[in-house]
């Protein structure tokens, strides 16, 4: 070990692949949410293996995600969550499929591709349940058919939506509305298209927790990667990232010496802090620092001491016997992103999503 590595486990990913399958009915389809650089991990590695899966289907938010992959030789259909108006050649030249949220956009879709000549084209019709963040709303319906049935540039492979709170049990009641209000549209769409697309709205959690949404096809992210937003579902997922780093050094720090930027931590007593090639420029927010976050030394816990500084974090091991050049655990296996994203009052997902582009990815087999 010499510097700071993200591992991706090829086999973790496998297994939560079949894990959230089993929870499928057989003739459900399966997409993978690969946005975001696979949830922070790495896209064309996990995309690759998927596939191998058999993966029915990929989404990634952006059209640059969607054309990392198709570069990479990856096959499958691609849905592009939320793509711009200035994205569409591109689409269409890298064979992406647009989710169509607004008139806005399926004008402007419609009038690429009626430009270029092309008949059928795949799109995706969002539907707004609730979110209240991309999406036609019931009233749209018979103005969406319409503009659809108008063209014979576009087919509707998909009608989709999204749920709000689908890991929230307290939310039950406003999630069985948001899956009755989809199915009202859907139902609506197929009537005026006179074709039935697939339909979905569930990510990971609706999977667990909504057996009776799954329709023609689930949208999983989170789970994939992992985690499953309750303890139980987390022991059942196995963690496909692991933030492996290294002791640089070792300070003994003298009673009443101070420990980082801006003097953050005065050490009580003789203490051990071990400085590590990781900060906030890695993706280790500053609000780890100041004793909130940890990592893990040899199994036990290493609190963050002092500023988090863009490239380096200390901690302390006072208690801990451990060496320079040992190694340390960030999260991952052995080393729970809940809990310590939980530190500072956020998610699995928004800590395994900032890992930096500069912190390198190691992937096993
Ligand atoms: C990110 C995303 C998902 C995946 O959600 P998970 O909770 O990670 O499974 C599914 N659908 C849409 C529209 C998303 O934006």
Known sequence: MSHTVLEIDLSALEHNYDYLRSKLRPEVKMLAVVKAYAYGSESVAIAKKLEEKGVDYFAVAYTAEGITLREAGVKTPILVLHPQIENFAEIIEYNLEPSIYSFRVLKAFTEIAEAKGIKEYPIHIKFN?????????????KDILDQLNATKALKVISLFSHLVASEDMNERRFTQYQIETFEKNAKHMIEGLGYAPMMHQSN?????????????????GIGLFGYGNTQEEDLKLKPVA???????????????E?????????AAKLERSATLPIGHADGIARTYGKGRGYVMIHGKKAPIIGNVCMDMIMVNVTEIDCQEGDEV?????????????????????????????????????
């Open 242 to 256: 692991t933030l492996k780093t290294v002791i640089s050094q070792i300070h003994d720090v003298a009673v009443n």
């Open 258 to 266: 101070t420990v980082g930027y801006n003097r953050a931590h005065t």
């Open 329 to 365: 655990i960030v999260f991952g296996k052995d080393a729970s992103a809940v809990a310590l994203s939980a530190r500072i009052n956020s998610i699995p997902y928004e800590l395994i999503t900032a890992i930096s582009q500069r912190v390198k990815r190691k992937i096993i087999e």
């Open 129 to 141: 349940t609730g979110l209240n963040r991309l999406g036609f709303k019931d009233v749209n319906e």
């Open 204 to 220: 990971t959690s609706a999977i667990i927790n909504y057996p009776e949404a799954q329709f023609d096809m689930v949208r999983s």
